[in-house]
């Protein structure tokens, strides 16, 4: 058995929720000007890093089919 799957379906699930807690805290207003350059800088390589992985997963789940 390929533990890899498992490990990419892992941090996909970290991902998406970070991901989620990113968009909550952006749209809150509650955010200083610090806190929202920082949260708006991670969101697209957030993004990036989930499509990267998202791929993989999927590669990975056709090879194991």
Request: charged share 40%; glycine share 4%.
């Amino acid at each position: 058995r390929d533990w890899s799957s498992d490990v990419c379906s892992s941090d996909l699930a970290q991902l998406e929720k970070e991901q989620a807690e990113l968009e909550e805290a952006l749209c809150s207003g509650t955010l200083s000007v610090d806190e929202l350059t920082e949260k708006s800088k991670r969101l697209p390589l957030l993004k990036d890093e989930l499509e990267t992985k998202e791929m993989r997963w999927l590669e990975l789940s056709e090879i194991e089919g």
